[in-house]
């Protein structure tokens, strides 16, 4: 699975995905938020 990795280590990175996926999706949220709200305040120019 991943080279070098002990059994335990990819064990806890498969557990772990789930979890970053989650911060990944808020992260990209947030930055599509910050954009909207950019354009509100700056307008199109």
């Given at each position: ?10 064990k806890?990175?498969r557990?772990?995905?789930p ?5 990944k ?12 709200l950019?354009e509100i ?5």
């Open positions: 699975m991943y080279s070098g990795m002990e059994v335990s280590e990819a806890r990175l557990e772990l995905e979890e970053n996926a989650r911060l999706k808020l992260l990209a949220e947030n930055a599509l938020d910050n954009a909207a950019k305040v700056l307008g199109n120019r």
